[in-house]
């Protein structure tokens, strides 16, 4: 998803009998770029903390909602 300057990266897979082929770090690679070609200020991994973010630099970012009772 591509909105505002910023691709967000939801819900990828994996499969680990292909594991050793680094299919996800490919396509993570891969997204990334097309998200710089766009414009992409930023890319978002979004919620949770899953090592693999962790080493494409993500860094947590505080997340806030706000309920109104009418």
Not at 23 to 37: K, Q, S, Y
Not at 41 to 60: L, V
């Amino acid at each position: 998803m591509h909105a505002h300057r910023r691709t967000y990266f939801y819900l990828s897979g994996f499969d680990s009998e292909f594991a050793r082929l680094s299919l996800g770090t490919l396509i993570v690679a891969a997204a990334i770029e097309h998200a710089r070609r766009e414009g992409a200020g930023a890319f978002d991994f979004m919620r949770g903390r899953e090592p693999y973010k962790y080493r494409w630099g993500a860094i947590d970012r505080p997340n806030a909602m706000r309920r109104l009772w009418l």
